[in-house]
Nanobody, 114 residues
């Protein structure tokens, strides 16, 4: 079973930056399209970006212009770099296959306090 572990979250002021990391297992990034998601309690999960097999990265409109995504197949990991964070970006951020098929990891909490 693929294990997903997210890290790097924390508290930041508006305008700040954070880099989140997703560590997978079983060579997931070499064989599966993956994505970054976020969720606020009580609301639906939002897809932020997808990283299909290969080097392509597709950023959704939700945080376009404020995030970059990089993946490293050798380490089976993926980063999400977020810039100019806003209070409405407060959420739990997670990675998963795209479309989502794996069990969710614990995610990493991002808090942008006004």
């Amino acid at each position: 079973q693929v294990q997903l572990v997210e890290s790097g979250g924390g508290s930041v002021q508006p305008g700040g930056s954070l880099t989140l990391s997703c560590q997978a297992s079983q060579n997931t990034f070499s064989r599966t399209a993956m994505g970054w998601y976020r969720q606020v309690p009580g609301k639906e999960s939002q897809l932020l970006a997808t990283a299909p097999r290969g080097n392509e990265v597709v950023i959704s409109d939700i945080m376009k212009g404020r995030i970059t995504v990089s993946k490293d197949i050798a380490t089976d990991s993926m980063n999400l770099r977020m810039y100019n964070l806003k209070p409405e970006d407060t959420a739990v951020y997670s990675c998963n296959a795209f479309p989502q098929t794996y069990s969710w990891g614990q995610g990493t909490q991002v808090i942008v306090f006004p």
